[in-house]
């Protein structure tokens, strides 16, 4: 298994893709009652096999994280084999990057000796769906990319 297995709600929100990938295996419901019943190892084969493949698909549409806490910011971009990122960093006497208007006080002060900026890009051969599951798997969250674009454009000028 490639990644973590799907919790019980998740599983329950895809039934039906589920179902799907049942029926491409050749087992219907029943088959299905009695392979949980009687073959637990197929059992959790099966469910970590379905788990990869929605976490694959998830990963290959995803473009935007975002990592925030109070005085750290990383935000990446994705893309087919490279990941850019722009790290904000502020030191402890500075608003926190939780606050909503973060925005607005660091437009005003990015030139603040108090805040270092880092961009980076990194290129992977296959990997790249690993790394953005390890990425969440780190607290990243998937993002609209707007902060990762707003920021790029702002500090290109």
């Known amino acids: 298994m490639k990644y973590t297995r799907l919790s019980k709600e998740q599983f329950e929100s895809l039934h039906y893709e589920f179902s799907q990938f049942l029926a491409a295996q050749s087992i219907d419901k029943h088959q299905w009652k009695a392979i949980k019943t009687e073959q637990p190892e197929r059992t959790e084969e ?4 379905f788990s990869d493949m929605v976490w694959d698909k998830s990963l290959e549409q995803i473009t935007y994280l975002e990592n925030r806490s109070d005085y750290h910011l990383f935000l990446f971009k994705c ?3 490279t990941i850019d990122l722009i790290l904000i960093r502020l030191q402890k006497d500075c608003p926190s990057l939780m606050r909503e208007d973060y925005r ?3 437009e005003k002060n990015i030139s603040d000796p108090r805040v270092s900026v880092y961009k980076a890009s990194r290129k992977f ?3 790249i769906k690993m790394e953005k599951y390890k990425l969440m798997e780190q607290g990243a969250c998937v993002s609209d990319g707007k902060s990762f674009e707003d920021l790029k454009s702002f500090l290109s000028k």
């Open 104 to 106: 607005k006080w660091l």
């Open 125 to 127: 051969a296959d990997t």
């Open 46 to 49: 099966l469910l970590d096999v």
């Open 79 to 81: 893309g087919e084999d």
